[in-house]
């Protein structure tokens, strides 16, 4: 924790110069960056998995109606048929998992008042006037809503809401033409999973919106990793799953 808090602090003190009081701000910022540059091939064999496993889903259609009748047949088949074509069907959750020891990080320096048996220094840095080990609870009594620290959540609110919006129609319309990387409503990639997919195909676009209360509810610090992630995977995911992409047969080798 020491060395990381240590990472953080220097790289503050050499962006002071150019954003003062914010500096330590802006180095989380350019942190969740690098965290997510460095994901980011990831994010692309994730998205080379779900065009694949989009690819498979005629055959899987006939492996339905082939073991209609015997539904562990079919589960076996199925589960032989991934193995075979080197498709996960857990693929798609590699990129999430790899932030998440970067998030408690950030989580826990923020919310600790001693470092290595000393004062955790980086609790008195600021975004503006909102300290970074706050959270929006300790904005609204100093002030408000539209205090000067309520203002630096109101204005991470509207980016998150205005990313949920942009998630929310692409989510909506890329379940409409069935493209690759949502679930489509039905499908089975291990059958006996119908049922789930449904209600997560429900959920699905509402899902960006509950990033609004995760903001209110952890330090400002992690809050700003958790706005700058969230924009970046919307404007990522625009680039690697099209709402209308080409033909399944012709798609399947498009991100590399």
Known sequence: MSVFADLVARLADLLQPLFDASATAVAIVLFTALVRL????????????????????????????????????LQKAVLELHAAEK???????????????????????????????????????????????????????????????????????????????????????????GSAGVPAVGDEQVPGLAASMGAVGKVMPFMSFFTLVTVAVVPLAAALYVVTSTTWSAVERAFLYPVNPAPVGSSAGTAK
């Open 87 to 177: 498709v996960s069907p857990l693929s798609g959750c590699l990129p999430s998992l790899c932030q998440l020891p970067a998030f408690f990080l950030l989580y826990h320096l923020f919310s600790n008042t001693t470092i290595g048996g000393e004062a955790n220094a980086l609790l008195g840095h600021k975004l503006f006037a909102a300290p970074l080990g706050d959270r929006w609870f300790d904005a609204l009594g100093e002030g408000g809503v539209f205090g000067a620290q309520g203002l630096v959540y109101v204005g991470l609110f509207v980016i998150v809401a205005g990313v949920a919006a942009f998630n929310y129609r692409r989510t909506k319309l890329m379940m409409a033409a």
């Open 38 to 73: 460095l994901v980011h091939p990831l994010s692309r064999a994730a998205a080379r998995g779900q065009r694949a496993r989009v690819a498979l889903q005629p055959k899987i259609a006939e492996l339905r109606k082939k073991h209609a009748k015997n539904p562990e047949k």
